[in-house]
């Protein structure tokens, strides 16, 4: 698969066992540990079974770097859900990470990682990619009315199209190509996100002096049991929201 640079760390991705398995080169140090961060969580948000990280080949110029497995731990934990594993064939490396990033497995190989990748969940997916045009938003709130009965939870059906018109109307504010909506139901929830390639983070704006009348993300993170903005891959980013099933 394709090499993807980040500055001091490139990376090559390949798949195994429907895990993404990462293997990074260069220096990870404070200069470096926070796109290296970003850049787990923009592997994460393809949903692999699971991230594996082979160890091998990066340099750790500083321990306090490797707080970035445990941020993009914490960062995918809610939506997608992706867990992150480590793999390093040398034991010193192994027992020097463990001791430094919290509730991520270390692990002797890429084989071993493999082998402890938890099984996922059971879930149901849907994908609808569409221009960015004046009818997004019906196109998209007509997509989750129909999955929403082919699902069977018509208990979220106003909500979830509410979620999902807010977010398509707030990628097409700043609206760069295409916008991904996709729909992810498990157990415990559905989960809205909608992708578009302005690679500006999505923030809650303080309403206007006098202004009383939520909108937008506010009526997102009102609804919502968890939401989230992540990077994506090459670039832009995802907003999700999920509700309790």
Not at 69 to 91: H, Q
Not at 100 to 107: I, S
Request: proline residues 7%; hydrophobic residues 50%; aromatic residues 6%.
């Amino acid at each position: 698969m394709e090499r993807i640079s980040g500055g001091k760390v490139s990376w090559r991705p390949e798949i195994a066992g429907e895990c993404a398995v990462l293997r990074p080169r260069g220096v990870l140090d404070t200069d470096t540990y926070r796109r290296f961060g970003a850049d787990l969580v923009r592997f994460a948000m393809d949903e692999p079974r699971a991230l594996i990280v082979a160890l091998d080949e990066l340099a750790l110029a500083d321990d306090g770097a490797l707080t970035a497995f445990s941020a993009a731990r914490i960062r995918v934990g809610d939506w997608p859900g992706v867990p992150i594993l480590l793999a390093a064939a040398d034991e010193p490396l192994r027992r020097r990470v463990a001791a430094v990033v919290r509730r991520v497995p270390v692990l002797e190989s890429v084989p071993a990682a493999l082998a402890q990748a938890p099984v996922p969940p059971y879930r149901q997916r849907a994908r609808l990619d569409m221009a960015a045009a004046a009818a997004s938003a019906r196109a998209a709130r007509e997509f989750v009315a129909r999955m929403c009965v082919r699902w069977r939870i018509a208990e979220l059906f106003n909500d979830a199209q509410l979620l999902v018109t807010e977010l398509v109307e707030n990628a097409m504010r700043h609206a760069i190509g295409d916008v991904r909506v996709r729909l992810d139901l498990r157990a415990r929830g559905v989960t809205v996100a909608v992708a578009d390639a302005d690679p500006q983070p999505a923030v809650l704006r303080e309403p206007a002096a006098g202004e009383v009348q939520a909108y937008g993300l506010h009526v997102v993170a009102d609804l919502a049991a968890a939401w989230g903005c992540a990077p994506c891959w090459p670039t832009g980013k995802v907003v999700w929201a999920t509700l309790p099933v």
